[in-house]
């Protein structure tokens, strides 16, 4: 059940970008209507200016909500924060199909941004903390991968359905991305963050799959404490009120070794990522999705 946990933190981790997905592409088939006098479903037409604000608005709502969501998520946690930044969603779609006004429907797409902006940040976050290695590549993937398939999606709805259908469908899967939010586990970083180690492990332990004393559940909550507070080593020197300087010769060579250290690193570092199976699954992933999306457009 651990993975099977992973997995669906991962699709709610990467349901925003779903969603962000479905609100970029609507205006492609919707300003049509917007701009003609006699189809229009607002009280009066847009303009060019309010039409181009149509399609630029969500990414300056981006910008703010890309600003706020570290804040959120640390202060509040992951879960919460989800919840907060899916609710932009459900509000801008709710206003847009009760509204006749242009005004409105606008400030309502501006804080539809706020929230997919937001969930670019907080996928991939969330989905590094609480996957384990062998599957971190391919769901890291998910936020990318999603945000695609909502636009794939959006197009083929823009084809066969109505106006006031897709507005109704982009607040059911807002919903329905809210209610993903509600169903995941807390991070068992945030929780360490904070102080609450029982809770961390048990997060671990609903991750895992395994009991809360079991030794994979400990060895990873151990390498957690390591990674939030690293231990200092504080070596003495012989005579502290004496400088030591060593000679140039060896710092420079001590200099040379360090930097040929860096270099075989990132080259280690390069081909571990590139041999690994989870990273090419994701790479894979992501470019079926692409390759699908350009096809469709072209089509």
């Given at each position: 059940m651990g993975k099977f946990h992973q997995y669906v933190t991962a699709i709610a981790a990467s349901f925003g970008s779903l969603a962000m997905g479905l609100l970029n592409v609507w205006p492609s088939y919707t300003q049509i209507l917007y701009?003609?006098?006699?189809?229009?479903?607002?009280?009066?037409?847009?303009?060019?200016?309010?039409?181009?604000?149509?399609?630029?608005?969500?990414?300056?709502?981006?910008?703010?909500?890309?600003?706020?969501?570290?804040?959120?998520?640390?202060?509040?946690?992951?879960?919460?924060?989800?919840?907060?930044?899916?609710?932009?969603?459900?509000?801008?779609?709710?206003?847009?199909?009760?509204?006749?006004s242009s005004l409105i429907v606008l400030i309502a797409r501006f804080i539809s941004g706020a929230g997919g902006g937001a969930f670019l940040v907080y996928g991939p976050v969330f989905i590094s903390e609480v996957a384990e290695s062998s599957i971190r590549g391919t769901l890291a993937s998910g936020p990318v991968a999603f945000y695609c398939l909502g636009v794939l999606i959006s197009y083929l709805l823009g084809w066969f359905q109505t106006y006031k259908t897709i507005i109704y469908l982009n607040i059911a899967a807002s919903v329905f991305c809210l209610t993903l939010q509600?169903?995941?586990?807390?991070?068992?970083?945030?929780?360490?963050?904070?102080?609450?180690?029982?809770?961390?492990?048990a997060s671990i332990a609903h991750y895992r799959g395994a009991s809360v004393a079991s030794k994979p559940v400990l060895e990873e909550l151990s390498r957690l404490k390591q990674q939030i507070t690293p231990s200092i080593e504080l070596v003495p020197?012989?005579?502290?009120?004496?400088?030591?300087?060593?000679?140039?010769?060896?710092?420079?060579?001590?200099?040379?070794?360090?930097?040929?250290?860096?270099?075989?690193?990132?080259?280690?570092?390069?081909?571990?990522?590139?041999?690994?199976?989870?990273?090419?699954?994701?790479?894979?992933?992501?470019?079926?999705?692409?390759?699908?999306?350009v096809k469709l457009e072209q089509f």
């Open positions: 701009k003609n006098a006699t189809l229009t479903p607002l009280d009066e037409p847009m303009g060019p200016v309010q039409l181009s604000l149509l399609g630029s608005l969500p990414s300056l709502g981006a910008m703010l909500g890309t600003a706020v969501v570290g804040l959120l998520m640390q202060r509040l946690g992951r879960k919460r924060a989800g919840i907060i930044i899916s609710l932009p969603f459900v509000l801008s779609w709710s206003i847009i199909s009760a509204t006749r509600m169903l995941v586990a807390e991070s068992p970083v945030y929780l360490l963050n904070k102080g609450k180690e029982e809770e961390a492990r020197t012989e005579n502290p009120d004496v400088e030591q300087k060593p000679a140039e010769g060896e710092t420079e060579k001590l200099n040379q070794e360090q930097v040929e250290y860096r270099k075989q690193s990132i080259l280690q570092i390069l081909i571990a990522t590139l041999s690994n199976p989870a990273f090419r699954r994701g790479m894979l992933i992501v470019a079926t999705a692409l390759t699908m999306q």
